[in-house]
């Protein structure tokens, strides 16, 4: 069974850092564009991040931009989000999620359509 499993998630203070990995198993998504989204409950799901097959190339929204960094490491079939600065309207439900990079609208970490695949997500909370 093919799954995505995100962990990291935690409660922080405003101005603290996390780090979120999402590991495939079953699975590998070598050749797939990667993203990141977050939803609060009630509210639009909204993508904060994405990264390109090779990890050469990163989208980000701008209400993440400068403050997080998503990366990948293709030994450990892994993709992480580097969250520094933290705010509390960073707080979410964070997922990742994998797709062919086609399916992604272009230049954006907006994907056109539903994912292959979505992990379980990881909460994240930011107090004042």
């Known amino acids: 069974q093919v799954q995505l499993v995100e962990s990291g998630g935690g409660s922080v203070q405003a101005g603290g850092s996390l780090r979120l990995a999402c590991v495939a198993s079953a699975y590998t998504f070598s050749t797939d564009c990667v993203g990141w989204f977050r939803q609060v409950s009630g509210k639009e799901r909204e993508g904060v991040a994405r990264?390109?097959?090779?990890?050469?190339?990163?989208y980000y929204s701008n209400s993440v931009k400068g403050r997080f960094t998503i990366s990948r490491d293709h030994a450990k079939n892994t993709v992480y989000l580097q969250m520094n600065s933290l705010k509390p309207e960073d707080t979410a439900m964070y997922y990742c999620?994998?797709?062919?990079?086609?399916?992604?609208?272009?230049?954006?970490?907006?994907?056109?359509?539903?994912?292959?695949?979505w992990g379980q997500g990881t909460q994240v909370t930011v107090s004042s």
């Open positions: 999620a994998a797709a062919p990079c086609f399916r992604w609208r272009d230049f954006s970490t907006i994907l056109r359509d539903e994912p292959d695949y």
């Open positions: 990264i390109s097959p090779g990890g050469g190339t990163t």
